[in-house]
């Protein structure tokens, strides 16, 4: 009985330390080394998302990443949103990214504009968590800090470049870093049935 009690007391103490290792401060999350962003552009469907607080595309999100000769990205992007709780109609958005560090390409700045009236405009951080440019990419935004620098208020986005998901050799990659973000559980699938 004893021995029980020792294996079972240090795989508990091992899950305390991991969990105790991993930092969820937005600071400490790692991005895409030596991201490549003429790699990145082309077209990402999204098959998973944790959305944020407010007005968010529900499905059917796709987006098309354009990189000029100067690294400049731009991308027009479309989904189905849902107003009012119940009437769900295709939006087109627009964003243009910048990066504000150099030495971190993969940390972006989005600046966003609904292509229509009833969406909202602004900006965000976007962060490229992940990608392997072929297959999947997982991207990033904090809105909004707590004090200890956790996310308050944040959302991710998985994204494929084929509208059917990913391998099962894929998904385990995109699930570790789900959890290395501290979004595990969080995400929903992305319905992606051609609607927009």
Known sequence: MNHFKCIFLAALLTIILQCKAQSCVVDTLKVKQDFDIKRYGGKWYAVGKKDPEGLFLQDNISAEYTVDEDG???????????????????????????????????????????????LSSGGDNYWVIDTDYDNYAI???????KEDGTCHDGYAIV?????????????????????EICMAGQFQPVLQSGAC
């Open 139 to 145: 991207t990033y935004a904090c809105r909004a800090l």
């Open 72 to 118: 400049t990205m731009t991308a027009s992007s479309k989904g189905r949103v849902k107003l009012f709780g119940f009437w769900l109609i295709c939006a087109d958005m627009a964003a243009q990214y910048s990066v504000p560090d150099p030495a971190t390409p993969a940390k972006m700045y989005m600046t966003y504009q609904g292509l229509a009236s009833y």
């Open 159 to 179: 994204f494929s470049r084929n509208p059917r998901g990913f391998s099962p050799a894929i998904t385990r990659i995109v699930r570790q870093k789900q959890e």
